[in-house]
Structure formats: C-alpha cells, structure tokens
C-alpha cells in the first residue's frame, strides 16, 4: 500500500510506485473522479485525445444528421 501525506498548504506527493503505474511525471495532469461518497479514484489525463484517432473503428455506413436526429426523436419516445 503505498501512503502520502497530506501538507500543511493541501499538497500531496504521490508516491513513485503509483506515479510508475498511472505513468505520469511533473507537470502531467491527473483527475480525481468521486466513485463513492468518500471514495475517489485517481486518472491520469496525460494523454492528447488525438491519441484516441482509430480506436473505435469505421462505420458500418455513413448516417445523416438527419437520421441521427430522427434516431434521437424515436430514442426519447
């Protein structure tokens, strides 16, 4: 279990085991995302969101943004 401790100015230094693991050094950026009352989980946002290009794949077939509206009407009936 890695341990820190909270300072006087509400900083924290995340341990190094845990800054290994989430792959993050100075200046990158992390998120604290409340799973719980009182229970949070710690992201790293160090990614560029171009990074995310392909990952889901193309489409089947192009959709109008009329057929996405007309979806999006019937979806909320």
Known sequence: MALATLGSKGQVTIP???RDSLGIQAGDRVEFVEIAPG???IL???RDVRELKGIVGKA???VSVEE???AIAKMGR
Do not use: H, L, P, Q
Request: net charge neutral; aromatic share 6%.
């Open 68 to 70: 996405m509206n007309e």
């Open 16 to 18: 190094k085991t845990v």
């Open 39 to 41: 229970r949070f989980e």
């Open 44 to 46: 790293a946002v160090n």
């Open 60 to 62: 089947e077939r192009v």
